[in-house]
Nanobody
Framework: QVQLVESGGDLVQPGGSLKLSCSASGPIAGRYSIGWFRQAPGKEREAVSCISSSDDYISYVDSVKGRFTISKENAKNTVYLQMNSLKPEDTAIYYC??????????????????????WGQGTQVTVSS
């Protein structure tokens, strides 16, 4: 069972940037797809992005396309979320989560939070002037 720890959340001004990290307790390459999700106060948890275990598929939700970039460093068992041009509506707790295999990060399905099994504790991102 993989354990995940997020870091990098902070208070940032609108238009600013942050890079979140998701560190896994063991190997993820060829094993786990990793998703980034967020939950704002009073709202449901929503998907942000995912990267497949084989690294051959990446997906973003429309609201972050062109602003956020997901990447992975397999040697460090770490997935990153580079967030640029941040907006106040990006304010949320950001979580990373893992699911075995590639299916739940693929062109066949959307990024469904309920399908992801292993979750980190979250990191707070606040975008405010």
């Amino acid at each position: 069972q993989v354990q995940l720890v997020e870091s990098g959340g902070d208070l940032v001004q609108p238009g600013g940037s942050l890079k979140l990290s998701c560190s896994a307790s063991g190997p993820i390459a060829g094993r786990y797809s990793i998703g980034w999700f967020r939950q704002a106060p009073g709202k449901e948890r929503e998907a942000v992005s995912c990267i497949s275990s084989s690294d051959d598929y990446i997906s973003y939700v429309d609201s972050v396309k062109g602003r956020f970039t997901i990447s992975k460093e397999n040697a460090k068992n770490t997935v990153y979320l580079q967030m640029n041009s941040l907006k106040p509506e990006d304010t949320a707790i950001y979580y990373c989560a893992a699911v075995w295999g590639d299916y739940y990060c693929s062109r066949y399905v959307g990024i469904e939070p309920n399908e992801y099994v292993h979750w980190g504790q979250g990191t707070q991102v606040t975008v405010s002037s």
